[in-house]
């Protein structure tokens, strides 16, 4: 492996480090070390909210704006114990309009076997792992380790998917995959891995404290790639004062396929009502407000993350 460079990390590339991690894909890398990111202050830990320790996410497949603006990240671990996942889903079409997000809380003592065994896993030194040419049907997983003073990425095709070694691999690239693979086995049993005084809370299904609403007008003449909305399925009425057509503007590239995408964040009893009327319908059902017809994307927002940000290029 060629040896690893300095090279600091701006708030802005770290923002967008971790976008990739929760929403798209990160392949085509080859199997090497990329530059070793430098100290960065989003990695101190914060008085006004968890500080997240360490996340895990399988890429996506598709390209499809819709999935993944709804996509979230399958294990966040926060450096007040909580742990976020992503639960088991459904196995229906048209899926739920939220996803099944769920949350537990560890020991300190826990949070630290966790940060061990990533370690042990190499996620302190960045790791990309190239996506073999010949199996690019699955998709990558991507890690982000907060060490304490630097933040690093790694990603690794295919550690989820049941194949043998790419011939192109050498002994210490193949090596590097399957420490992360028994890594990424480990966070997805961890409440099996832990010793039992290290749980605090025990998994549950959560509805999001803090909720990403993307709206976009329902035009049969522009219809989104996924479908959505269906306009032949019963609409659901939009439970706010705040009319969808006042949403700010939202105009990141990855909803350019979409017909005036607008943005909002909502919380609290706000969070609540939008929350409970999605109940009504699924992510393919048309939202109604006043005389207009609405797409909209519902995302749970974990504690680190804002919302609504456009994410420029580092």
């Known amino acids: 492996m060629p040896a690893r460079s300095p090279h600091a990390f701006s708030r802005r590339s770290l923002t967008a480090g971790v976008a990739a991690l929760g929403a798209v894909t990160l392949a085509g ?7 070793e990111p430098g100290a960065s202050p989003d990695a101190s830990p914060s008085t006004d909210h968890p500080t997240l320790l360490l996340r895990m996410n399988s890429g996506l497949v598709s390209s499809k704006p819709e999935l993944q603006l709804t996509a979230v990240p399958d294990f966040s671990l926060y450096d007040d114990g909580s742990i976020y996942r992503l639960g088991p889903v459904i196995a229906i079409y ?40 010949m199996h690019d049907d699955f998709p990558p997983t991507n890690f982000l380790f907060n060490t304490g003073d630097r933040i690093v990425l790694s990603s690794a095709w295919g550690l989820f998917a049941d194949v043998d070694r790419p011939p192109e691999w050498d002994d210490a690239t193949y090596a590097v995959w399957q420490r992360l693979r028994d890594f990424a086995s480990y966070l997805t049993n961890l409440p099996f891995n832990l010793p039992n005084e ?27 790639s996924s479908g959505i909305p269906d306009l032949d399925q019963p609409a659901i009425p939009w439970p706010l004062s705040t009319p969808l057509a006042e949403l700010a503007p939202f105009d990141d590239a ?22 409970e009327a999605s109940r009504q319908g699924n992510l393919l059902s048309p939202w109604i407000d006043g ?24």
């Not at 797409?295 to 290029?313: A, H, M, N, R, S």
């Open 198 to 224: 290290a749980l605090l809370e025990p998994e549950m299904p959560i509805d999001p404290e803090r909720l990403q609403i993307i709206a976009f007008d329902a035009s049969p003449d522009r219809p989104s």
């Open 291 to 314: 005389d207009g017809t609405y797409g909209v994307l519902l995302t749970p927002l974990l504690p680190d993350q804002t919302g609504c940000e456009v994410v420029e290029p580092a």
């Open 29 to 35: 890398f080859t199997a090497r070390a990329e530059e």
């Open 254 to 275: 990855v909803v350019s396929g979409l017909a005036g995408p607008r943005c909002t964040v909502v919380t609290g009893a706000d969070a609540r009502s939008v929350v």
């Open 94 to 133: 048209p899926p739920p309009a939220l996803p099944n997000l769920t949350r537990m809380r560890v020991s300190a003592n826990a949070v630290e076997i966790i940060r061990e065994q990533a370690r042990d896993a190499g996620l302190d030194q960045p790791n990309m792992i190239r996506n073999p040419t």
